[in-house]
Nanobody, 120 residues
Framework: QLQASGGGLVQAGGSLRLSCAAS????????VSWFRQAPGKEREFVVY???????VYAASVKGRFTVSRDNAKNTVSLQMNSLKPEDTAVYYC????????????????WGQGTLVTVSS
């Protein structure tokens, strides 16, 4: 089970921190990713963080978003800075064993999503 939290309403230029907590399994051998889906759009890749620390960001968020992992607490966090209205979406965390990918179809485990709204 994955539980995403931390979404909310923020003004453009502001920050939010999302968290993804796992229960029933350890993140230590999993790649954990964040995806997002804006209204009327397809789900898109945001970032993945592999078990070995390998991290890849989507170009649209690179330099503004930072992912971090705490295996002891079984959580992965996404610090989002300099938010833009186009970052408005439901954010999902997902996990898969082994290496990370940017394809949502590769992920077996999903959180329920948390809504981020960025006002202009």
């Amino acid at each position: 089970q994955l539980q995403a939290s931390g979404g909310g309403l923020v003004q453009a230029g502001g920050s939010l921190r999302l968290s993804c907590a796992a229960s029933g399994r350890s993140f230590s051998s999993y790649a954990v990713s964040w995806f997002r889906q804006a209204p009327g759009k397809e789900r898109e890749f945001v970032v993945y963080n592999a078990w070995n620390g390998n991290t890849v960001y989507a170009a649209s968020v690179k330099g503004r978003f930072t992912v971090s992992r705490d295996n002891a607490k079984n959580t992965v966090s996404l610090q989002m800075n300099s938010l833009k209205p186009e970052d408005t979406a439901v954010y999902y965390c997902a996990a898969r064993q082994a290496f990370g990918t940017s394809d949502s179809h590769d992920y077996a485990y999903w959180g329920q999503g948390t809504l981020v709204t960025v006002s202009s």
